[in-house]
Nanobody
Framework: QVQLVESGGGLVQAGGSLTLSCAAS????????MGWFRQVPGKEREFVAV????????YYADSVKGRFTIFRDNAKNTAYLRMNLLKPEDTAVYYC?????????????????WGQGTQVTVSS
């Protein structure tokens, strides 16, 4: 069982930046592909970004490409999401997730473990 805890959310003005962290309880985070998703009330959870086990391959949703960066520090058992040039439409609860597979996947159902989420609110 892997426990994931997100942090770093908050209120920021449009154009600002935030960095989210996802701390894993396991010492073997390097065995998991890590993903970030987000969800607003009344909508389905959507894919944001994913990173492979070693951290040298990433994939992003078109809506965040060029603004968000996913990275990881396996020695610290932590994954991150750096968010720049934030827009009001980025407002959501952000979740990190761990996938025991090896592919960079974007589907919610393929992830095995989830954090509790952290709120990001971008004001205009």
């Amino acid at each position: 069982q892997v426990q994931l805890v997100e942090s770093g959310g908050g209120l920021v003005q449009a154009g600002g930046s935030l960095t989210l962290s996802c701390a894993a309880s396991t010492r073997t985070i390097s065995s998991y592909v890590m993903g970030w998703f987000r969800q607003v009330p009344g909508k389905e959870r959507e894919f944001v970004a994913v990173i492979n086990r070693s951290g040298d391959s990433t994939y992003y949703a078109d809506s965040v490409k060029g603004r968000f960066t996913i990275f990881r520090d396996n020695a610290k058992n932590t994954a991150y999401l750096r968010m720049n040039l934030l827009k009001p439409e980025d407002t959501a609860v952000y979740y990190c997730a761990a996938d025991r597979g090896i592919m960079l996947r974007t589907t919610v159902s393929t992830y095995d473990y989830w954090g509790q989420g952290t709120q990001v609110t971008v004001s205009s």
